[in-house]
């Protein structure tokens, strides 16, 4: 790898600082959808196995967008504009879902905004990696994924703040308060289309026109492929937190309401962004220090325990709020861990020249097996029982931290 020149050596410098802010903008946008998304169904009459194949599918779209984008990004060398262009797609489909009458549109609008997350995330993710130096690349992007909760902890606490005081209005329709929210939402994903424009500088990155892209597939590192595997296998029971959402306001609605517990479950979703933004700066000084794949085995082991407790939830009738606030609480630790570090070993596993496809890669599998996870836990939701689809989710995050264990980092 080229040498770093000496401005660079600082992590928190002005592309990293200005990447933060975006992706905490990017993230006050989406994530409110998602925190309301499973009221707003609820109120539309949408089953959960719909909820989890939209989200399964966006999965997929945003990760087969990951790899197309870092191979464009890798032989091209233009990378900002795509991340303009991924961030501007978010509050689009925010207005789709606003205007969603019914789960087609509002699907429209969930892959709108996740093909724009997928073509954003791999060259953003690049762009910071090649501004610090790699003995700092844990802090940098723990720092990264701290700023980018924050949005995702302001966006939810405002949607429900906002969702209890539009129900006290007089509304012919039950959806028009989270229709409300939605539009509001858009603000702050076009400030982020601004943010990144204005604030991130992209490192020198040649092109290389030479590059075939199933070439460079099957030339990828035989370490980093065990690596993926491991992914994809954890992957296929890492259902998506929409799902924890849904389960909470399940748990809830009896002793609550339908939409009261959709505004705790939210609190409860803000509460899990909250641990994550704590726990993400110190996760990556801590794996700066004891190594990044050990730590996201540990990290991995927490994801399966976050689906046993879920199960246990369902098997007691688990009504109580700060019982479920464990729940969450343990995801928030999960997530922080693999959303710092799964993007780091990878720059560990592989050349500087390929380290956008490698991400797009990463994103790829991720996103298949989310996609495979999501609409899985989802259909035996409806078909069997949570306890069923949570403890399949389980077993399959156990057997993908054991093949993470095997994995020889570079």
């Not at 020198?204 to 099957?218: A, D, G, I, Y």
């Not at 799902?243 to 909470?248: C, E, G, W």
């Not at 599998?365 to 836990?377: D, E, Q, R």
Request: with cysteine; glycine share 10%; proline share 4%.
């Amino acid at each position: 790898m080229t040498a770093l020149p000496a401005a660079t050596k600082r992590w928190l410098n002005r592309t990293v600082a200005g990447a933060g802010i975006t992706s905490a903008l990017g993230d006050f946008c989406y994530e409110t959808t998602t925190v309301i998304l499973p009221g707003f169904l609820a109120v539309l009459g949408v089953p959960a196995a719909a909820l989890g194949l939209i989200e399964g599918l966006a999965d997929a779209v945003a990760s087969f967008t990951k790899m197309i984008s870092g191979f464009i990004a890798d032989k091209l060398g233009h990378r900002k504009l795509l991340v303009v262009l991924g961030y501007g797609l978010t509050p689009l489909g925010q207005a789709l879902i606003a205007l969603a009458a019914g789960w087609p549109l509002l699907m429209l609008g969930r892959l709108v905004s996740w093909f724009g997350k997928g073509l954003r995330g791999p060259l953003r993710d690049a762009i910071v990696i090649q501004a610090v130096s790699p003995d700092t690349r844990g802090r940098a992007f723990g720092f990264h994924r701290a700023a980018d909760t924050v949005g995702a902890v302001l966006g939810p606490m405002l949607g429900v703040a906002l969702l209890g005081i539009a129900q006290d209005w007089h509304w012919e329709d039950a959806a028009a308060p989270f229709r409300l929210v939605l539009w509001l939402s858009v603000i702050p994903g076009v400030l982020a289309v601004l943010a990144f424009l204005t604030l991130v500088n992209d490192p020198q990155h040649s092109p290389n026109p030479t590059m075939k892209f199933f070439t460079s597939l099957r030339g990828l590192p035989l370490g980093f492929k065990r690596y993926l595997r491991a992914v994809g296998v954890f992957g296929t029971g890492d259902f998506s937190h929409s799902l924890l959402i849904l389960a909470a306001t399940t748990l809830l609605t009896a002793s609550l309401g339908v939409v009261q517990a959709a505004q705790v479950a939210g609190l409860l979703y803000v509460w899990r962004n909250v641990v994550q933004v704590a726990a993400s700066f110190p996760i990556g000084i801590l794996a700066d220090r004891i190594g990044h794949l050990p730590t996201l085995v540990g990290g991995y082991v927490l994801g399966a325990l976050t689906a046993v407790l879920t199960a246990l939830a369902f098997w007691f009738k688990v009504d109580s709020v700060v019982l479920l606030a464990v729940i969450f609480f343990v995801a928030g630790l999960y997530v922080a861990v693999q959303e710092a570090l799964e993007s780091t070993v990878t720059a560990s596993m592989v050349r500087p020249e390929t380290l956008a496809l490698s991400y797009g890669a990463l994103g790829t599998v991720n996103g298949v097996a989310k996609l495979v996870s999501s609409a899985g836990v989802g259909i035996i939701w409806t078909a069997v029982s949570p306890i069923a689809a949570f403890s399949v989710g389980a077993v399959l995050m156990a057997f993908g931290t054991h093949a993470l264990m095997r994995v020889k980092n570079s």
